[in-house]
């Protein structure tokens, strides 16, 4: 008989939940949003908008995830006894890096919404841009407990770690790193790769929207001149 080595799931996106149960199963799909965030949001942004405000945001959460994977191999909490039907045992479970990570993006979201980077929101409808990131950060935590992965206290640690660090992070990029962004766009990769930050535009919505109108003006008005002197 061949011997084979025990498997495992790639847990990034393998979450388990009861069979018939339809908020478990909605909390299931919930618990995946932090990787909707990194691949949909940021790697999408990257290809479409390049953004150095954006970038060093997804570079936060890069770095406070491995803060949290140092901190859960220093304390190697275990997680709560529903790992076994999970096939999660081997892995620890404190601070949750879900709860984290979500805190984390949050909380520097929120900071850059209301302090006015990047001019995307205005005043009537920054609170409503808001209510959805801290729906889905809450629940996020609640779901990790709720579908047996997380213990009340390890979800409330990482919250707890996610917040700080979003914190730290925003106070880091925006009163020091901040003054760095225009060398990085003069630099060679900020060049090739048309790295740039528009913090001090307004309104970046209506900025870009207005010159995208003139450039297709200018050259409507180019067209027709040629047209006339051929």
Known sequence: MTAYNALKAVSLTHVRYQRGDQLGHFLAWVSLVPVFISLGGFVSHFIFRRELQVMFFALGLVISQFISELIKKS?????????????????????????????????YFT??????????????TKWAALFLPWSLAVLTMYSRVYLGYHTVAQVFAGASLGIFLGGVWFWLVNSKLFRYFPLIEESPFGRFFYAKDTSHISDVLKFEYDNARAA???MAARKAMATKSS
Request: hydrophobic share 35%; aromatic share 12%; with cysteine.
């Open 75 to 107: 304390v190697q909490q275990a997680r709560p006894e529903t790992c076994v039907l999970l096939e999660m045992c081997d892995s620890h479970g404190w601070p949750s890096s879900h709860s984290q990570y979500m805190f984390f993006f949050t909380v």
């Open 216 to 218: 297709r003006k200018n």
């Open 111 to 124: 900071l850059l919404t209301c302090k006015g980077i990047g001019g995307i929101w205005n005043v009537r």
